[in-house]
């Protein structure tokens, strides 16, 4: 699908959450990362600038999303 996001994961974060936040810091989408790919379906976003967040390796990255 056009929305689908797939992410390259290290071995380490197997197991960890990965948590989307929208432009206001509000959590609106959370995965559990189960493999070296997860999809992260984002077809229910809005259009806009959200934030992808690993939980517990507290790295951030930008997203945006377009229709």
Same mark, same amino acid.
């Given at each position: ?5 797939? #992410?390259? *994961? &290290?071995?380490? $974060?197997?197991?960890?959450? %990965?948590? #989307?936040? *929208? &432009?206001?810091? $509000?959590?609106?989408?959370? %995965?559990? #990362? ?34």
């Amino acid at each position: 699908s056009r929305f689908i996001l797939d #992410v390259t *994961n &290290q071995p380490q $974060m197997i197991g960890s959450m %990965v948590a #989307v936040y *929208n &432009q206001l810091g $509000m959590q609106v989408l959370t %995965v559990r #990362v189960s493999g070296l790919h997860t999809e992260i379906n984002l077809a229910a976003l809005k259009e806009g600038i959200y934030f992808l967040r690993t939980i517990e390796h507290q790295e951030t990255v930008k997203l945006i999303k377009r229709l």
